[in-house]
C-alpha cells in the first residue's frame, strides 16, 4: 500500500541511477555514480499557471506520467492520485504531479475537464502539460519511469505504469507500478 511508503519515508533509501534496472535509465545516466536529484521543469497546470520544481521545494511527492485519453492504465492510476490526495489532503508538505505524454492532445482545456472529472485540488496535484521533448526527457533521465529509449521526437511514446516518490531533497525514495487493483 502506498500510504505506507509514504509514512514511513524517512527510512526507506535513495535511488540513483546504478540502481535500477538499465532498462528505466536512459543510457546517458546509465551507470552514473552521481548523486541523482530530479531535475528542474517548466510546465503548465490545469489552470494554465506555471509549475516548476520550486512548487515542490521541501515537499514530499508523487509523481506519474499519462494521457487524458488513455483507456487502460491511466484512470486507475488517476484514481490512486485521487485516494492519495485524499488522504494526504491536510499534509501541506505532500503533494502530486501527474506530466501528460500526450501534451499536443492533452490542452490545459481538456487538462481542466480530466482534473474536475478526477475532483483534484489544484493546490494539491499539479495535472501538467508542456514541452513533449522535456517531458520525455525528465521520464527517462530525471524520474526513471520509461522502459524504452527514445528522443520526445514525433513517433515517439511514453506510456508506464510507474508512480515515482520523491523527497524533500529532490531524489528518488520509491519507485512502483500501479498496482492491478485500486489502493
Keep these: 500500500m502506498l500510504y505506507v511508503l509514504l509514512s514511513y519515508s524517512t527510512n526507506l533509501p535513495i535511488y540513483n541511477a546504478t540502481d535500477f534496472n538499465a532498462k528505466l535509465v536512459d543510457t546517458s545516466v546509465q551507470g ?5 536529484t530530479i531535475a528542474n521543469f517548466h510546465l ?3 489552470n494554465n499557471e506555471i509549475v516548476t520544481q520550486e512548487n515542490y521545494r521541501n515537499k514530499i ?7 487524458t485519453r488513455c483507456p487502460t492504465i491511466c484512470p486507475l492510476m488517476a484514481n490512486n492520485m485521487k485516494k492519495l490526495q485524499d488522504e ?3 499534509e501541506d508538505d505532500v ?9 499536443a ?4 482545456s481538456v487538462l481542466k475537464k480530466y482534473s474536475e472529472r478526477h475532483s483534484a485540488i489544484d493546490t494539491k496535484w499539479h495535472i501538467t502539460t508542456g514541452n513533449k521533448k522535456q517531458i520525455y526527457n525528465l521520464a527517462r533521465k530525471s524520474f526513471f ?5 527514445g528522443d520526445g521526437g514525433f513517433q515517439d511514446f511514453i506510456h508506464t505504469p510507474n508512480f515515482i516518490l520523491i ?3 529532490r531524489e528518488l525514495e520509491v519507485f512502483m507500478m500501479a498496482p492491478i487493483r485500486t489502493i
Excluded: G
Excluded at 62 to 67: L, N, Y
Excluded at 105 to 108: A, I, M, N, Q, T
Design 44 to 46: 503548465i497546470n490545469q
Design 95 to 103: 503533494m502530486l504531479l501527474s506530466m501528460s505524454v500526450t501534451p
Design 32 to 36: 552514473s555514480l552521481k548523486k541523482h
Design 61 to 67: 511527492y508523487v509523481a506519474d506520467f499519462f494521457f
Design 88 to 90: 494526504f489532503l491536510n
Design 145 to 149: 519511469a520509461a522502459v524504452d529509449q
Design 105 to 108: 492532445l492533452d490542452s490545459v
Design 167 to 169: 523527497d524533500k531533497k
